[in-house]
């Protein structure tokens, strides 16, 4: 049975036409980080992707979910994105990065 919602319930809720995606990615290191180093990785992956891409990221360098800031869904370039830019570290042995989901639900 289908649920018939108001525009304004649909947009609170983030559903049908306001949905929004975002995805998971995970990390391994080729060899663990002290936390200063940790810390410069995160800090050039916020200023090379996440911030110039119009991002968020909740996580940490080994793993986490990103999704768009403000209202709007991540694309699969930003995905790829995510991704390429991991694969370029010589820090990092292997990412993965999940397909797109709901953000909310």
Do not use: Y
């Not at 699969?76 to 709901?102: G, I, Q």
Request: include cysteine; proline fraction near 3%.
């Amino acid at each position: 049975m289908t649920t018939q919602r108001s525009r304004r319930l649909r947009k609170k809720l983030r559903v049908d036409e306001f949905q929004e995606m975002g995805f998971d990615f995970s990390v391994e290191l080729k060899q663990p980080l002290d936390e200063s180093q940790a810390d410069a990785l995160v800090d050039a992956f916020l200023d090379e992707v996440v911030i110039p891409r119009g991002l968020e990221f909740g996580g940490w360098i080994n793993g986490g979910f990103i999704c768009k800031a403000g209202r709007g869904s991540a694309t699969d370039a930003d995905r790829e994105a995510v991704a390429d830019w991991f694969k370029a570290r010589a820090e990092v042995s292997d990412a993965n990065v999940s397909p797109l989901v709901d953000a909310w639900h």
